[in-house]
């Protein structure tokens, strides 16, 4: 039940109001609050079409940066090494019209790939080829790739070489697509890890085996797959240039429809890249044009449903208008009845588009029954036995991406070198459209007695808004115990920044050793902490979390925008003379940190045992390919930073890099 406070503060954000009175009776105010941030988002970047280009010319331009862009979302930037792929036959399946060969490569050292190459009996000249990627069917030991042989099996007899390839999650060599999703691997976050990007690299070597193969035609490649698979050839195709014709099936929606209507909670994290580059999520797509591509999905799928569907087809239609003579040249869509499956009328249009862009046939086509092959059969590593000793595939995620190690610099030549480089990569790929200067919080409740433009303490907590609709909730008072102050201290407020779970409201029993007493003391729920902001977590889906990384954040990234904004507002409107000290305790003392970075009225933070690394949290997208917990503290100089319970020798990094830029007697530990 409401309180009469927060029944003021539904009054005052209509908007809010709305969408609360809106959800069912359980919902809470946290999940309003947090929601209409996410729509707000979704909908600012779905203006963002083809990222403004207007023209041909005008997209050309920005192909490449935007290519690069994409690598860096999936985990893919650097791009990896090109490692020998080791491929081998470990057997054949012989059928009257075709034949079967079970293949397996490494498209990186440990990470096994299997499949099943689907060849005409008789071979004349090179054949247009067709990598087929597979979505989710639990064939077990099988491997999916058993489920979707049926497509095999018509292409190698209508003279076409089809590999079909299992994917990393219920794959013959297993490995996890659910991080997120499920399994709490929030480190993925900090990684830049999403397993799209190994499907993504496993396409992409797939086609590296497939033109080192005598009956392959390298110049009539085609790409298709549905739900996963539709995912997959979108990532492939617009990775690979040699991918001529790219039939996606059922394999993307859009933001609006991921994030608004949740239909991401449908889905598995294969399905998705980080958005860093806060891209209109269509951008991925039009990076194939003005290769051929046909734009596939049934009528009544549920996590892929028509109105998105439309919308994607609409800016791709715009985009491919650039490039065709006639509409539909190069780009159309085909729609069938039905909901989320592998129907026959979606493989005939499939079909019957690679037939005209690879072999400039147009005539129709037609499914005849094929005898289906037992999937045990077509095992590669056919007994429990065989499967290889040295596969990474259950732990790739541990090492896909290549995380950052800087260097610690060692004068002030180094340290002003390092620094900007380092601030350069958090600013370009990790806190991407920051500000130079976050804007202020405003209070958007009026307490009996309060001046509602006022920070200055109060008996009960205030609402704050930071931005589009996102609320956190601080409250002013001075301490009472604690250490002696210095006589430089009074000049500043204290900011403590609390945990998600901590109450709000209370200050806790720690600071009582770190907060000098006789302090004006201001304590912050953050969104998302707090009894009244906190959201509704169920895993899965983790709804609110995977959806930040969609719309190009972490719940966390937006928590340090809270911290600089609620800090500019104290700073502001209580004495433009104070400066902030931010206090916090495991993940709140690093978030405060970097809110410290990029806000000038941090002049010191107060770091209590902090996690020695980003895989234990705070959680930004890639940060890991930056740097690590250490060198974001070093970063600080000269502002003071004291670490207490900091005993990991990592944190030696952050004592020399105060000391490289001439501020040892700035940082303290202890």
Same mark, same amino acid.
């Given at each position: 039940?409401?309180?009469?406070?927060?029944?003021?503060?539904?009054?005052?954000?209509?908007?809010?109001?709305?969408?609360?009175?809106?959800?069912?009776?359980?919902?809470?105010?946290?999940?309003?609050?947090?929601?209409?941030?996410?729509?707000?988002?979704?909908?600012?970047?779905?203006?963002?079409?083809?990222?403004?280009?207007?023209?041909?010319?005008?997209?050309?331009?920005?192909?490449?940066?935007?290519?690069?862009?994409?690598?860096?979302?999936?985990?893919?930037?650097?791009?990896?090494?090109?490692?020998?792929?080791?491929?081998?036959?470990?057997?054949?399946?012989?059928?009257?019209?075709?034949?079967?060969?079970?293949?397996?490569?490494?498209?990186?050292?440990?990470?096994?790939?299997?499949?099943?190459?689907?060849?005409?009996?008789?071979?004349?000249?090179?054949?247009?080829?067709?990598?087929?990627?597979?979505?989710?069917?639990?064939?077990?030991?099988?491997?999916?790739?058993?489920?979707?042989?049926?497509?095999?099996?018509?292409?190698?007899?209508?003279?076409?070489?089809?590999?079909?390839?299992?994917?990393?999650?219920?794959?013959?060599?297993?490995?996890?697509?659910?991080?997120?999703?499920?399994?709490?691997?929030?480190?993925?976050?900090?990684?830049?890890?999403?397993?799209?990007?190994?499907?993504?690299?496993?396409?992409?070597?797939?086609?590296?085996?497939?033109?080192?193969?005598?009956?392959?035609?390298?110049?009539?490649?085609?790409?298709?797959?549905?739900?996963?698979?539709?995912?997959?050839?979108?990532?492939?195709?617009?990775?690979?240039?040699?991918?001529?014709?790219?039939?996606?099936?059922?394999?993307?929606?859009?933001?609006?429809?991921?994030?608004?209507?949740?239909?991401?909670?449908?889905?598995?994290?294969?399905?998705?890249?980080?958005?860093?580059?806060?891209?209109?999520?269509?951008?991925?797509?039009?990076?194939?044009?003005?290769?051929?591509?046909?734009?596939?999905?049934?009528?009544?799928?549920?996590?892929?449903?028509?109105?998105?569907?439309?919308?994607?087809?609409?800016?791709?239609?715009?985009?491919?208008?650039?490039?065709?003579?006639?509409?539909?040249?190069?780009?159309?869509?085909?729609?069938?009845?039905?909901?989320?499956?592998?129907?026959?009328?979606?493989?005939?249009?499939?079909?019957?588009?690679?037939?005209?862009?690879?072999?400039?046939?147009?005539?129709?086509?037609?499914?005849?029954?094929?005898?289906?092959?037992?999937?045990?059969?077509?095992?590669?590593?056919?007994?429990?036995?065989?499967?290889?000793?040295?596969?990474?595939?259950?732990?790739?995620?541990?090492?896909?991406?290549?995380?950052?190690?800087?260097?610690?610099?060692?004068?002030?030549?180094?340290?002003?070198a390092w620094s900007k480089s380092l601030r350069d990569g958090l600013f370009e790929r990790v806190f991407r459209e920051w500000p130079d200067q976050i804007p202020a919080a405003s209070f958007v409740d009026d307490p009996a007695g309060a001046d509602a433009d006022s920070a200055k303490p109060?008996?009960?907590?205030?609402?704050?808004?930071?931005?589009?609709?996102?609320?956190?909730?601080?409250?002013?008072?001075?301490?009472?115990?604690?250490?002696?102050?210095? &006589?430089?201290?009074?000049?500043?407020?204290?900011?403590? =920044? !609390?945990?998600?779970? /901590?109450?709000? $409201?209370? +200050?806790?029993?720690?600071?009582?050793?770190?907060?000098?007493?006789?302090?004006?003391?201001?304590?912050?729920?953050?969104?998302?902490?707090?009894?009244?902001?906190?959201?509704?977590?169920?895993?899965?889906?983790?709804?609110?979390?995977?959806?930040?990384?969609?719309?190009?954040?972490?719940?966390?990234?937006?928590?340090?925008?809270?911290?600089?904004?609620?800090?500019?507002?104290?700073?502001?409107?209580?004495?433009?003379?104070?400066?902030?000290?931010?206090?916090?305790?495991?993940?709140?003392?690093?978030?405060?940190?970097?809110?410290?970075?990029?806000?000038?009225?941090?002049?010191?933070?107060?770091?209590?045992?902090?996690?020695?690394?980003?895989? &234990?949290?705070?959680?930004?997208?890639?940060?890991?390919? =930056? !740097?690590?917990?250490? /060198?974001?503290? $070093?970063? +600080?100089?000269?502002?003071?930073?004291?670490?207490?319970?900091?005993?990991?020798?990592?944190?030696?990094?952050?004592?020399?890099?105060?000391?490289?830029?001439?501020?040892?007697?700035?940082?303290?530990?202890?």
């Amino acid at each position: 039940m409401l309180t009469m406070r927060l029944l003021i503060v539904l009054v005052l954000l209509t908007p809010v109001a709305a969408m609360a009175q809106s959800k069912p009776s359980d919902s809470t105010f946290g999940d309003a609050v947090i929601e209409r941030h996410l729509t707000l988002e979704a909908a600012r970047l779905g203006e963002r079409v083809h990222e403004g280009a207007n023209s041909k010319e005008e997209w050309e331009a920005k192909r490449s940066d935007l290519k690069q862009q994409f690598f860096d979302m999936l985990g893919l930037w650097p791009l990896p090494e090109r490692t020998p792929l080791k491929a081998k036959v470990t057997g054949t399946v012989e059928r009257d019209a075709f034949r079967v060969e079970k293949v397996h490569f490494q498209s990186k050292p440990g990470l096994y790939v299997t499949g099943n190459l689907y060849l005409p009996t008789k071979i004349e000249g090179k054949l247009p080829t067709v990598l087929y990627v597979c979505g989710h069917s639990g064939k077990g030991r099988d491997g999916n790739k058993t489920a979707f042989q049926h497509h095999g099996m018509w292409f190698a007899t209508h003279g076409y070489a089809c590999l079909v390839i299992d994917t990393l999650q219920l794959g013959e060599v297993a490995g996890i697509h659910h991080g997120t999703y499920n399994r709490d691997r929030w480190w993925w976050h900090s990684h830049g890890y999403t397993s799209a990007g190994v499907e993504c690299w496993n396409g992409v070597r797939a086609i590296d085996y497939l033109v080192s193969r005598p009956e392959v035609d390298p110049d009539k490649i085609a790409v298709t797959g549905i739900s996963g698979g539709g995912a997959a050839t979108f990532w492939i195709a617009a990775a690979d240039e040699r991918v001529k014709v790219a039939v996606p099936v059922s394999g993307m929606a859009d933001l609006e429809s991921y994030v608004t209507d949740k239909v991401c909670n449908g889905h598995c994290d294969c399905m998705f890249l980080y958005n860093n580059y806060r891209w209109e999520w269509s951008t991925i797509a039009a990076l194939i044009a003005p290769r051929a591509m046909l734009f596939e999905n049934s009528g009544y799928d549920p996590i892929f449903p028509m109105p998105a569907n439309d919308r994607i087809r609409a800016r791709l239609s715009h985009l491919y208008r650039w490039y065709e003579k006639k509409p539909g040249d190069l780009f159309d869509i085909g729609v069938t009845p039905g909901g989320h499956s592998d129907n026959v009328e979606l493989r005939l249009m499939a079909y019957r588009w690679i037939n005209k862009h690879l072999k400039n046939d147009n005539a129709e086509v037609a499914e005849p029954p094929l005898p289906k092959i037992d999937g045990k059969e077509l095992r590669v590593f056919p007994e429990e036995a065989d499967l290889p000793q040295d596969s990474l595939n259950a732990k790739i995620d541990e090492s896909f991406v290549a995380l950052a190690k800087p260097s610690t610099p060692t004068n002030k030549a180094e340290f002003a070198a390092w620094s900007k480089s380092l601030r350069d990569g958090l600013f370009e790929r990790v806190f991407r459209e920051w500000p130079d200067q976050i804007p202020a919080a405003s209070f958007v409740d009026d307490p009996a007695g309060a001046d509602a433009d006022s920070a200055k303490p109060v008996a009960k907590p205030r609402l704050l808004r930071t931005e589009d609709e996102v609320l956190v909730m601080l409250k002013r008072h001075e301490t009472t115990q604690g250490p002696k102050a210095a &006589e430089n201290q009074s000049a500043r407020i204290w900011l403590v =920044v !609390l945990n998600a779970d /901590d109450p709000e $409201g209370v +200050l806790p029993d720690w600071t009582k050793e770190v907060v000098p007493q006789g302090q004006s003391v201001a304590l912050l729920s953050a969104r998302g902490c707090g009894a009244t902001l906190k959201w509704t977590q169920k895993n899965p889906p983790n709804y609110v979390e995977r959806a930040h990384a969609l719309l190009g954040r972490t719940v966390d990234a937006g928590r340090v925008w809270d911290i600089q904004a609620v800090a500019r507002t104290l700073h502001e409107t209580d004495s433009a003379e104070r400066t902030i000290a931010v206090v916090g305790k495991g993940r709140a003392g690093v978030l405060g940190a970097y809110a410290a970075l990029n806000e000038l009225s941090i002049s010191q933070v107060i770091a209590v045992e902090p996690p020695v690394s980003h895989r &234990e949290g705070p959680h930004f997208l890639g940060v890991m390919k =930056v !740097l690590d917990i250490p /060198d974001a503290l $070093g970063l +600080l100089a000269p502002k003071q930073l004291t670490l207490i319970g900091a005993k990991d020798a990592e944190f030696d990094r952050t004592v020399a890099a105060f000391k490289a830029a001439g501020h040892a007697g700035r940082v303290q530990r202890r």
